[in-house]
């Protein structure tokens, strides 16, 4: 491997990669030297410059382990406004491997808010727009991100809301839930259907992507091809940090 430019900044970047290996517990000095492989002073004033800006903190037990500032790196990279710009190319090339149009889409509130759109080639029958509001309760974007959330049966009434019937949207998220791609047909237009995986991150839910298509196009053979794609392209082309959830199906 060739050597960092700059052997200071190198030596603090491996001791952050360490120090995330060891999770929360974090790991005491002696073990983090040699893990990185520096003298034990010489990490010492490394993880000393990593504290001063909150990126390593220590432990009652002495044990150092990641800071708040690291943590908040990686929120920030993946917030909401950022998710746009990281999922684009991934959108495209599902796109351009099932030729039909791809939504990201993020919860608000009860209704999911749609941040892009990828169109195909060939022409759709189906309006679409960034920014457009539906009800998650009926929406494959929405079901896919409730499916991975925790909910009683109070907040399942609230989201079902006017929308669908509560015991109908029970049992399309345990569907959900059981196949890792939740789905919709014809519920928000006639002759339009929709499946859609969660995206998350930490194991919570942060956004999902979507297929939409005519609804002879997400029936049969053609909507496992479809779901194929969703399970097995979509997640190598993810930005680090992010995941679909694992299927039991």
């Known amino acids: ?28 000095l002696a073990t983090l030297a040699q893990a990185v492989g520096v003298s034990k002073p010489t990490l010492h004033r490394t993880l000393a410059a990593l504290r001063h800006r909150g990126y390593a903190e220590q432990t009652s037990d002495g044990a150092y382990r990641l800071g708040p500032s690291a943590l908040a790196l990686g929120s920030s990279y993946l917030a909401e406004e950022n998710l746009p710009a990281l999922l684009h190319p991934a959108l495209t090339a599902l796109s351009e491997a099932v030729d039909e149009l791809v939504h990201l889409g993020v919860l608000a509130g009860r209704e999911v808010v749609y941040l892009d759109k990828v169109e195909p080639q060939r022409a759709v029958r189906v309006w679409s727009a960034v920014g457009r509001r539906r009800a998650a309760a009926t929406t494959a974007l929405g079901r896919a991100l409730l499916s991975v959330q925790e909910l009683d049966d109070g907040a399942l009434e609230r989201f079902a809301g006017g929308n669908t019937p509560a015991e109908h949207l029970r049992d399309v998220l345990a569907d959900a839930r059981r196949t890792g791609v939740a789905g919709e047909t014809e519920e928000n237009e006639r002759g339009i259907a929709c499946i859609a995986v969660p995206l998350l991150r930490a194991g919570r839910g942060v956004a999902a992507v979507s297929i939409t298509a005519p609804v002879e196009r997400l029936r049969g053979a053609a909507r496992t091809e479809r779901v194929d794609a969703l399970r097995e392209l979509l997640p190598p082309l993810l930005p680090a940090g992010l995941s679909v959830p694992p299927t039991s199906a």
């Open 1 to 28: 491997m060739e050597a960092s430019p700059l052997g200071s900044v190198d030596k603090a970047l491996l001791a952050l990669d360490t120090l995330a290996g060891f999770g929360a517990a974090g790991a005491p």
